[in-house]
DNA sequence: CGTGTGATTGACGCCTGTCAACGTCTGTGG
DNA sequence: CCACAGACGTTGACAGGCGTCAATCACACG
């Protein structure tokens, strides 16, 4: 983790339409600017852990974070990823507790620090703002649900089916049709919530089935409409 | 579904410590008092159904609903309990979303509606009020992360111990040890995600091991201990 | 007393987790 | 330049947890 000049962060932490700091005031984002640090950060670092004090929110300015929860036999079980313009930690600063998860970076990233107390301050006198948070916050509870709903429902190769889906739409694919994040195998079964060996052998099944192309751990998508079938949305 | 006097519900909606109204000012309670509306519901009655849009949250003065989604194969997953003083709706509210969950009533509830432009208004207004609703979107948010690492990890017999043990946290027990919510075993396995058979059988096996008595739906808890040591907590 | 809902138990089999062995690739150090 | 270690990926064997189907029982209610 290297300490940038401020200014190394590109604006879209704050200026763009989809920013969570789109409703402050000139003031206020210079009163952001003036207190926020950026950092940069590499593959593998760990921004929090879960467990840890943290005094502050971070918002993505470009990589790929993972976000994830160890379970009680030490299995990481991977919440979200957080990608440019998206805040974490918001929900330790808030709830003044400790984090619940642990974020890491999956590609090196730059990443602005925002003290804590300035994001309470900012919910309490700007209400845009707070309704910004608020919605935030209620559209990852929306998610979390039917993340719930779908790991206690379905099997594990609906889930697998649904996740690559999702990556595509999170993440996109380039101009060959591959999935625009680069995930361990370990790192898909922590998210579908299922064994390693499990996700290699679907993982070749759906390649068998011409649906998708493996080749390490880029993932050519071949046929949605046969995912979005087995995903059974 | 009967519409009361609003004097039938007694304050636990704004003026317990608790309450998610304890920081309106008095100006405010009296605007809240007279757009808010009391409705008696009766076992099974549906509050809000998934898919709906509704336009107010609402806000539980006594009994107890269950809320849950509806998987693709219809079956019903709960994803939490709301009790007197508890707040439902508001994801739905606050994201301008329709109802993303089916709130159903378990035991005989009264229930105020508040119209949602007026939740937002506080929000705006009373920057108090909205760290309180961030508060407790973030609160139900880290709940929501638990239970998907937990469903996503544990074993169908550590989840059924581990929600008998919440719901002994949130309902707790009486003077025999009955724990005070009485759920079918088909509700109690659309909790821990599982089939109706799994959690009759697993219940008669903790039976047999004398960690818990059963008499029709009246669970007994004998041994939180031995419940805690299954849980894998 | 018939009907319906919920609870229970047994049989059966498949999905999926676990264990083990082996292959592949990359980086490091001698 | 090669050997080796270590991380990751793959495949096979195997067992058992758990879902599904079916039959039966218990109980409440009109």
Known sequence: MKALNSLACNDSCYSKPQSIFRHLTSDEIQKLLSFKETF??????????????????????????????TGSDGKEQIIRFAKAAELIGFRSVFNNEAACTTAQVLEDS???Y??????????KINGNFAMDLLQLACKE????????????????RERL??????????FGLNQVQVLQISL???ELSNIVGTATESVI???????????????????RILNTAALTKIANL
Do not use: H, W
Request: proline fraction near 1%.
């Open 40 to 69: 940069q950060f590499r593959r593998g670092n760990v921004i929090y852990t879960e467990g840890s004090r943290i005094t502050g929110c971070y918002c993505i300015s470009s990589g790929i974070i993972k976000i994830y929860k």
């Open 110 to 112: 730059i990443i602005c």
């Open 114 to 123: 925002i003290p804590g107390d300035l994001m309470v301050q900012f919910v």
């Open 141 to 156: 509870l929306g998610e979390a649900n039917s993340y719930i709903t779908d790991i206690a429902q379905k099997t594990v």
């Open 161 to 170: 089916a649904e996740v690559l889906l999702n990556l595509k739409d999170n």
């Open 184 to 186: 361990t195998r370990e």
């Open 201 to 219: 052998r679907l993982l070749s099944e759906f390649k068998d089935d011409q649906i998708i192309e493996l080749q390490g751990r880029q993932i």
